[in-house]
């Protein structure tokens, strides 16, 4: 009896001490829902050499999951264990977009947010070899042709941009969706297509280079990164896109757990190498607290729904 007595209370003891293990004692993965090479991985990455600085004993690994303009990236997320070693990266409008369209199994309520990075402003953005030099020209040629917009797959802020752009002109583009940012750049690059809405990071070195033109930004105030670049709004069009790059995990992620990966990444974005790092990057740093960005969230899926009702994709 007392063999067994004892056999339980170290049976007990080994389940208690797992358990209860210090978070974090084992890999922690990085869900990005996009393809290598993109802008949300390279956030992604960034972090996590950051984060590394925080966590000593702690690896880091990214996962991308590309698909279906991110569903397949924030459906994974959605589904992972709620243990803590799983932390998603999103991007808007796109994670409510799918909400939207009822393509998606998810609400906001299944995650906790963490909180925003970066924020990436929308661009109108042309072949160099294009005559096109602003938007009023870009209006012109639209409405004596049809020409092909290239955008990152239906319910992005590439394709919302582009939709809402037609609604404010009247012009109709023949809208070419793609499967990520690698391919915009290739067709206008290429001279394949007239016209691509995509965001600043994705384009501004080509558009230094001389390689491509940016003829706008969609936004109240020129980029301090690019200010030759006239606004949307400065050329009398007031049509406004920008994404935001942030991070979650299930919501279902005990509090002391979720606090920890707060803190993480309140460390992160405030660290002045990851700073510099993004900088270079040409990645965009707009840190929004969980309570501000889940704010930011709902109020972005509300305005969506109402461009979803007028336009369904």
């Known amino acids: 009896m007392r063999k067994l007595i004892s056999l339980v209370l170290f049976l007990a003891t080994v389940v208690v001490s797992g358990s209860f293990a210090a978070y974090p004692s084992k890999t922690v993965k990085l869900i990005v829902p996009s393809k290598a090479g993109g802008s949300t991985d390279t956030t992604a990455r960034l972090f996590a050499q950051t984060a590394k600085k925080y966590w000593k004993n702690t690896d880091f690994i990214i996962i991308d999951k590309p698909g279906s303009g991110g569903l397949m990236g924030f459906e994974a997320e959605a589904r992972s264990r709620p243990d803590g070693y799983t932390i998603g990266l999103m991007f808007t409008p796109q994670i409510v977009a799918h909400i939207v369209a009822k393509r998606a199994s998810y609400t906001l309520k ?5 909180g925003n990075i970066a924020e990436d402003p929308e661009i109108v953005v042309v072949p160099a070899q294009s005559s096109v030099k602003n938007l009023d020209e870009l209006v012109k040629l639209a409405k004596s042709k ?28 023949n809208l070419m ?17 007239e ?15 001389g390689k491509a033109r940016i003829i706008a930004i969609m936004a109240k105030k020129r980029s301090s990164v690019a200010m030759d670049i006239k606004t949307s709004v400065e050329q009398g069009y007031n049509v406004l896109m920008t994404a935001t790059r942030g991070m979650l995990i299930s919501s ?19 660290d002045k190498g990851f700073q510099a790092k993004c900088k270079k990057a040409y990645i965009f740093l707009d840190p929004m607290n969980s309570s501000e960005y889940t704010a930011y969230l709902e109020q972005l899926q509300k305005d969506t729904q109402k461009v ?3 336009s369904p994709w």
């Open 110 to 114: 299944s995650f906790k947010i963490i």
């Open 146 to 173: 049809k020409i092909t917009a290239a955008v990152n797959g239906i319910g992005s802020d590439d394709f919302l941009a582009a939709k809402n752009f037609e609604s404010a002109t009247g012009v109709k583009f």
């Open 177 to 193: 969706p793609t499967r990520g940012s690698t391919e915009e750049k290739a067709a206008i690059l290429g001279n394949h297509i």
């Open 195 to 209: 016209v691509a809405f995509m965001n600043l990071s994705q384009m501004l070195a080509q558009h230094k280079a």
């Open 252 to 270: 279902k992620v005990k509090k002391n757990i979720a606090a920890k990966i707060e803190d993480l990444y309140t460390k992160v974005v405030n």
């Open 308 to 310: 979803y009702d007028v």
